[in-house]
């Protein structure tokens, strides 16, 4: 399977005082995968030479190398920011239509800002986040997740990058840029935001590009950034994996999917019968899709009817999820799956703010551990924080997962009964550390209510 992921976040940090809006992000359409781009390699993360030509425009330095960190992750850890991804998405769940986020991409850079508040600001941030209220544990958790995805990935593809950005004329402090690079492999890159925001701008949106493989050309639309910008916060996940079990594309036909009771729509679905993980708690069954030679699984939630969602079936928490990966056991399942591709995203501002996350976005907010404002008025304070998102799921990868899918022959040929498990009405996906004893940290959650909208 052909599988990028990608989740992409910004937080602005202003002078006190009144900020630019930010336009929100449009969702743009669902769409099926289209099967001439199933078949070619995904492109390989692009090259500064092939960044737009704006990527020039500002020399910049290169991210840090990964830290390997002197303490294992603690599964207390991941259960801890599986709570806030399951809390966030509450929030965003009220969002009609498909969504798909990144908790680990909201709660890293954020993380990184709260190491540098003070006072109520940290107490607020470490609450809505889940972290640890002692700096010093919130950053070794931070450099532990680092260590775990990278040792989850396996052969699947996974970028993970944080990168600061800062007015060059504005001092951050030596004490949060050590902690930026050592526990977040965040870099400085100095950019002048006072008096060229928009080229600051550019250059930003074209490192997004270029950890993205230019599937979010422009995170930063034109006037999201102003000369009273003094430091942004970018996070940007890049995952592609392919399944162990792969689809075969022959089978893969035009069938109806029930998006509303009283609505369908005809939308490529995938066909397969393999030996899988699958579970039943309550009325909601839950499939197990492995990557090859990774340690990362996909999770997919199908209620028992297309209503299922509605009556509860979308109520999550660290518990419930804890529950149904507890659920998954071996079985041969015949598993029908609609081929997916879509865009979301937008402002994270008031949901962030309903989570606790007030003081923060307000003239109140203390970053003194970032720096030391020269006058009251330069006080930091957050002004936007944004994520965008983008998935594509298929039946194959790039050409060398094209090459493995002849091994689905060698399950389909056991004995003994066969489970259904067809998804073909609006369902819930996550794409998680599957690995015994690490908590289940949730790198991805989505919901899909129309594959074809």
């Known amino acids: 399977m052909r599988a990028p992921f990608l989740a992409l976040l910004v937080g602005i940090l202003s002078a006190c005082g009144p900020t630019a809006a930010v336009a929100p992000l ?89 190491v540098g508040a003070r006072g109520e600001t940290a107490r607020e941030l470490s609450t809505a986040l889940d972290l640890p209220a002692d700096a010093a544990k919130a950053t070794a958790a931070a450099k532990a997740e680092s260590a775990a995805w990278q040792e989850a990935r396996g052969k699947a593809e996974l970028v993970v990058a944080n990168r600061l950005w800062s007015d060059k004329t504005f001092t951050l402090k030596d004490d949060f840029k050590d902690a930026a690079t050592a526990a977040f492999g965040a870099g400085v890159e100095p950019v002048d935001f006072a008096h060229a925001p928009d080229v600051a701008r550019r250059t930003i949106n074209a490192w997004v590009a270029e950890k993205t493989a230019s599937k979010i050309p422009e995170l930063l639309a034109e006037g999201a950034v102003d000369k009273r910008a003094r430091l942004v916060v970018t996070n940007a996940i890049y995952f592609k994996g392919r399944w162990s079990s792969p689809f075969a594309k022959d089978l893969t036909k035009d069938e109806p999917f029930k998006a509303t009771a009283a609505r369908s729509v005809n939308v490529p679905t995938m066909h397969m019968t393999s030996q899988l993980q699958l579970g039943q708690v309550g009325k909601l069954k839950v499939l197990g899709l492995r990557y090859d030679g990774s340690h990362l699984a996909m999770m997919v939630v199908l209620p028992d009817d297309a209503a299922g969602l509605a009556k509860g079936g979308e109520s999550l928490s660290p518990e419930t999820f804890e529950s149904w990966t507890k659920a998954l056991a071996p079985q041969r399942v015949a598993v029908s799956l609609p081929r997916y591709t879509f865009t979301w995203g937008g402002p994270l501002d008031t949901p962030l703010q309903e989570l606790g996350m007030r003081t923060a976005f307000s003239g109140k907010a203390d970053f003194s551990g970032i720096a030391d404002p020269p006058t009251p008025a330069e006080r930091l304070q957050i002004s936007r924080v944004v994520q965008k998102t983008w998935v594509s799921v298929d039946e194959i990868g790039t050409e060398a997962a094209a090459a493995s899918g002849a091994t689905m022959s060698v399950t389909s040929a056991q004995m003994g009964p066969v489970a259904e498990f067809k998804a073909d009405h609006p369902f819930l996906f996550f794409v998680y550390d599957s690995r015994p004893g690490k908590g289940g940290r949730i790198l991805f959650a989505g919901r899909v209510t129309d594959p074809k909208s």
């Open 26 to 114: 449009p969702a743009s359409p669902p769409r099926a995968a289209d099967p001439s781009a199933a078949s070619s390699p995904t492109p390989a993360l692009a090259s500064p030479a092939s960044a737009p030509s704006y990527a020039r425009a500002t020399t910049t330095a290169p991210d840090p190398a990964p830290v390997t960190p002197a303490v294992d992750e603690n599964p207390a850890d991941a259960r801890a920011a599986n709570a806030f991804t399951t809390k966030l998405y509450a929030k965003l769940r009220r969002t009609p239509g498909n969504i798909m986020m990144s908790g680990t991409s909201v709660r890293q850079p954020l993380a990184l800002t709260a």
